[in-house]
């Protein structure tokens, strides 16, 4: 087997976004470029090419399909894509050093029978090896067997994360939704998201196969259904250059 998953599944909404505001928002991005220093979020376009898509897909092929969304546990065989010399992870260590970790990954799935949207939020957890009670960490959760909890904020502000496409995203195909400069606002609440969103706006994170977005894990996003409803599988990638969340250790892929 190429690698161990537990299925794990997106928040929906039922947030809706109309066709025309979209195609708005896609005209308005075409003029803009987003830096990550600046924005919290940057395009790499074309980072992987058809060899190593393919090759890419094969290391994903014994995941579990017809789910929305499956953990990446154990990835072997996902080594050479994701460290910091790899074609995924070159780009991690761009942004933090040499000592980026990939330390968790999920594939997204969203197809017609599988197709939803993400609600504005900032991504708080990280997963862990073991529950270790530390101060600045909590709550805790365990979702599918693996153990989350939120950490002290400023271990998010220095991870970032990669959504690697396999599919185009265009702005009908469930882009990414994203606020740029976000990121340095700290931890929000729900209602300080919201104003955020409201007094900053928002882009949308259009991409080719075989793009690659890179943002600051803390930025607040969300995620737009596919309309009409298409294939749209992303590998996320979440990376740290801690050696660990001390006190308490990485699970790791």
Request: glycine residues 6%; aromatic residues 6%.
């Amino acid at each position: 087997m190429w690698v161990t998953a537990v299925v794990v599944l997106e928040r929906s909404t039922t947030t809706e976004v109309s066709a025309t505001f979209i195609r708005m928002l896609a005209r308005f991005d075409q003029t803009v470029e987003l830096d990550f220093y600046r924005d919290g979020a940057e395009l790499f376009a074309q980072a992987l090419n058809e060899a190593v898509l393919i090759r890419l897909e094969a290391a994903l092929a014994a995941l579990p399909t017809n789910v929305p969304g499956v953990r990446i546990v154990e990835g072997r065989h996902l080594k050479t894509f994701l460290e910091s010399a790899g074609p995924i992870g070159a780009i991690a260590a761009a942004a933090l050093g040499p000592e980026a970790l990939p330390v968790r990954a999920i594939l997204f799935d969203k197809t017609s029978e599988r197709n939803w949207a993400l609600g504005w939020h900032q991504d708080r957890t990280i997963v862990v090896r073991e529950r270790t009670d530390a101060d600045g960490f909590g709550p805790w959760t365990v979702k599918s067997g693996l153990i989350q909890v939120e950490p002290p904020f400023d271990i998010l502000e220095r991870m970032v994360t990669l959504r690697v496409h396999l599919d185009q995203v265009d702005a009908n195909n469930a882009p990414l939704r994203i606020v740029p400069g976000s990121h340095r606002l700290g931890r929000l609440s729900e209602a300080e998201v919201q104003g955020v969103v409201a007094t900053s706006g928002e882009r949308l994170c259009l991409a080719e196969r075989g793009d690659v977005w890179l943002y600051a894990t803390p930025i607040v996003h969300a995620s737009l259904a596919a309309d009409p409803p298409g294939r749209r599988r992303v590998l996320q990638v979440d990376y740290s250059a801690d050696a660990a969340p001390h006190p308490l250790a990485w699970h790791g892929i």
